[in-house]
Nanobody
Framework: QVQLAESGGDLVQAGGSLRLSCAAS????????MAWYRQAPGKQRESVAT???????NYADSVKGRFTISRDNAKNSVFLQMNGLKPEDTGVYYC???????????????WGQGTQVTVSS
């Protein structure tokens, strides 16, 4: 029902910037909170930044002050501006959204396919 299309991942040098975008599409559903997760090679997946439907944002300590999450509810889109990138930021970044199907009260976490971010030293 819901599809999440991610874009913006690239290969950049340390200190560079990238802007990730995610557009949600689909009908007969309601999207609430959205978030960005990432998974580095050989490591567990972790939450990077979250944003509520009302625009309240939270960040992992490792990216606080460098990353900014935002959303456009009218377009069902979420963005992640990443500045001052470090090699440890390398990984696959996933867009996620809490979705409630129309006529259903129980939400589920929907995942995008991911976009690769590589930061060279």
């Amino acid at each position: 029902q819901v599809q999440l299309a991610e874009s913006g991942g690239d290969l950049v040098q340390a200190g560079g910037s990238l802007r990730l975008s995610c557009a949600a599409s689909g009908s007969a559903s309601s999207i609430n909170g959205m978030a960005w997760y990432r998974q580095a090679p050989g490591k567990q997946r972790e939450s990077v930044a979250t944003i509520s439907a009302g625009g309240t944002a939270n960040y992992a300590d490792s990216v606080k002050g460098r990353f900014t999450i935002s959303r456009d509810n009218a377009k069902n889109s979420v963005f992640l501006q990443m500045n001052g990138l470090k090699p440890e930021d390398t990984g696959v970044y996933y867009c996620t959204a809490w979705v409630r199907r129309l006529g259903t009260s129980v939400p589920y976490l929907h995942w995008g396919q991911g976009t690769q971010v590589t930061v060279s030293s």
